[in-house]
């Protein structure tokens, strides 16, 4: 029975009908997804007769304080469950949860201003009902969501789903993570792999890796996600893989790329994670293409920020046929820079294009910087003689003014070759 007429949980209940509404309504107009709602009546009215029942048993339960019941939990689990089948989207589903939480708070304001003389002991515990029973309702709408995406959903979708609510915060991803049988790491090293944009039809850059993801996450087990490239757009693995929180004493590590304490900062050119590099290693042999690698690290609540940090180092680092390892911002710290101040990449696109006249100038500069301008390494590296590199050395004074030996060089012909290696140039 609901408690005497003229209090806030009576005024609720008075308004369920026309606060469901409301709600229905703005459904229909705010979230794309939800605009079947304006032409399926039977789908209007299972949505309208969910929000009515929910309000109802807020006005039963809130005012002394009684838990939803298995029933009512059961409930909201199968409109969870009933709302991924239709198609539902993660983004959808979290604007539904936002939306919802916006409107009932809405709701409860307004029922507190119609009332004269309310009574503040009835909002508080209505606020305390919402914060302690919303969390159940929301925990159990997401197993109603998973479990419907269990078995419309490949395993490979599944845990892309993950990555998303991973890097959206989203509450959901403890349940996916359950899902796939997957545990949520408190710290994670963040990797992207860069694939370019195709060449064009019919080259071989159209083959996708997409079979391969699988057979990754099977070895791995780490969340992975793949985006196929577009014509204009890269295509980009994305690997989120678990960091020991507690390191053994002595054992190398990755360097923090930003302050993590109590962790103290490591110098730079620490091994990555072996997970990382394998994970690399394997991912590229299926491609048919040069890519590039960039990763840095955080915990659950900077996985965001942290991906784009990773997808910007991932798209100044050069492309390669196997990368050796992932890049970080120690790395292509100047590469990231010059990519934000376009007259300074302009003055080195120039450069580069000096050196066209060749002979494979670019890759013999890169090779050079690579081995430490030790000319004996770098010339069997480039499988040539050592009077051939230094021939080539001299060219490239000759074209730009710029020794490559140089302090000067170094600075200058290095980030040459950065930007022109990672494709920036097109």
Not at 56 to 71: C, I
Not at 260 to 267: C, F, L
């Amino acid at each position: 029975m609901l408690p005497a007429m003229g209090d806030l949980f009576a005024e609720l209940a008075r308004r369920a009908s026309s606060s469901a509404r409301r709600e229905v309504d703005a459904y229909a107009r705010e979230i794309p997804e939800f605009g079947i709602l304006d032409t399926d009546p039977r789908a209007r009215a299972e949505t309208m007769e969910y929000a009515v029942w929910l309000r109802h048993r807020t006005s039963e339960l809130a005012p002394t304080g009684a838990e939803l019941t298995p029933t009512d939990l059961a409930a909201i689990a199968a409109m969870g469950e009933s709302r991924a089948n239709t198609g539902l989207s993660l983004d959808a589903r979290q604007r539904v949860l936002r939306l919802h939480t916006e409107l009932m708070l809405r709701e409860v304001n307004e029922a507190t201003d119609a009332q004269d003389d309310g009574d503040a002991g009835e909002l508080v515990r209505l606020l305390g009902w919402f914060a302690a029973q919303g969390e159940r309702g929301i925990a159990a709408y997401c197993q109603g969501f998973v479990s419907a995406l269990r078995r419309r959903l490949p395993y490979v979708e599944q845990v892309a789903l993950l990555v998303r609510a991973l890097l959206a915060g989203d509450a959901m991803a403890d349940e996916l993570a359950s899902a796939v049988g997957m545990e949520i790491p408190a710290c994670c090293a963040v990797t992207v792999i860069r694939v370019p944009p195709p060449a064009g039809p019919g080259t071989e850059r159209d083959r996708a890796p997409e079979a391969e993801i699988e057979a990754l996450l099977k070895q791995y087990q780490v969340p992975l996600m793949w985006s196929p490239p577009t014509a204009s757009t890269p295509g980009e693995l994305i690997a989120l893989t678990p960091l020991n929180p507690a390191p053994t004493p002595g054992a190398p590590t990755q360097p923090p790329e930003a302050p993590q304490p109590p962790k103290a900062p490591q110098p730079p050119g620490v091994p990555q994670p072996p997970e990382v590099l394998d994970l690399i290693k394997d991912f590229t042999r299926s491609l048919a293409t040069p890519c590039a690698a960039g990763t840095t690290t955080a915990d659950l609540p900077g996985l965001a920020t942290a991906l784009d940090r990773a997808r910007r180092i991932s798209r100044a680092a050069p492309l390669r046929r196997s990368p050796a390892h992932p890049h970080t911002t120690a790395d292509v710290f100047v590469e990231l820079a010059v990519a934000d101040v376009p007259f300074v990449d302009a003055w080195l696109h120039t450069l580069a294009h000096r050196l066209t006249p060749g002979p494979d100038l670019l890759l013999t500069l890169d090779a050079y910087y690579t081995h430490d301008m030790n000319r004996t390494t770098t010339a069997a590296a480039l499988n040539v003689h050592p009077r051939t590199l230094d021939y080539r050395l001299r060219r490239v004074r000759e074209l730009t003014g710029i020794a490559p030996g140089s302090t000067h060089g170094v600075r200058v012909l290095s980030s040459v070759v950065g930007r022109g290696l990672s494709g920036a140039w097109g």
